[in-house]
């Protein structure tokens, strides 16, 4: 079965401290990792979506990369409204059609 | 545009009560879901329609009924829910291109309480 790690559980970060988050995953043939924002309460923001290994996206503060085993988010400078948790999702393509296969988040806060 | 619209925000039902969620895109996009969400814990899935057909049910009670009237609605009908259903529930959407389903864009989700 597919499967998606994220690690840490949760980081705390000064404004300013430039750090990673981790998903590793095991995915039968992957079709798409996609890196989501969640804030409390609200429904997961897309950010990226990564197709195959060696592939990067940038989005203001956030780089993502991807790996044949692992995708890194890369915050660099983060700000305090970067705080919240952030979600890796796979879909691998022995899967059905439209399944996302979700790690456990990281819950990131960024202090002043 | 990104935006899948749900409603109501909140909702509060009893035990006996029929309610439902309602969903809304205008992007095109021919893939629809339903996902549930714990606190502290990530989605999960519920319902898979695409081209207005339901083409993935994970063994949801039949409490919860899905309907597609059309290509940019979804509903989630609610009927004798147990406490345990208190939830986030969330919607949503993602084209589907030659046998591909791409990006799934979420909703703000309708935050359930049962009493």
């Known amino acids: 079965e597919d499967q998606v790690t994220q690690s840490p559980e949760a980081l705390r970060l000064q404004e300013g401290e430039s750090s990673s988050l981790n998903c590793s995953y095991t995915?039968?043939?992957?079709?798409?990792l996609f890196w989501y924002r969640q804030d409390p309460g609200k429904g997961p923001e897309f950010l990226f979506t990564?197709?195959?290994a060696g592939e990067e996206k940038e989005k203001e503060r956030l780089k993502a990369t991807l790996t044949k085993k692992e995708s890194f988010l890369h915050i660099t400078a983060p700000k305090p409204e970067d705080s919240a948790t952030y979600l890796c999702a796979v879909e691998g393509r022995g899967s059905t059609l439209g399944r996302l296969y979700f790690g456990r988040g990281t819950q990131l806060t960024v202090w002043p | 545009d990104t935006e899948v619209t749900q409603t109501p925000k909140h909702l509060v039902m009893g035990m006996t009560n029929k309610k439902s969620l309602k969903c809304e895109q205008h992007?095109?996009?021919?893939?629809m879901y339903w996902y549930k969400q714990k606190a502290k814990k990530p989605p999960e899935l519920m319902f898979v329609y695409s081209y207005e057909k339901l083409s993935i049910n994970e063994s949801v009670p039949s409490r919860f009924s899905p309907e597609c009237p059309n290509s940019s609605l979804l509903n989630l009908h609610l009927h004798a829910l147990q406490p345990e259903d208190s939830a986030l529930y969330l919607c949503?959407?993602?084209?589907?291109?030659?046998?591909?389903?791409?990006?799934?864009?979420f909703g703000p989700g309708t935050r359930l309480l049962v009493l």
């Open positions: 949503a959407s993602s084209q589907e291109t030659s046998g591909n389903r791409e990006t799934q864009y």
């Open positions: 992007m095109g996009h021919r893939a």
């Open positions: 995915v039968s043939g992957l079709r798409g």
């Open positions: 990564l197709y195959s």
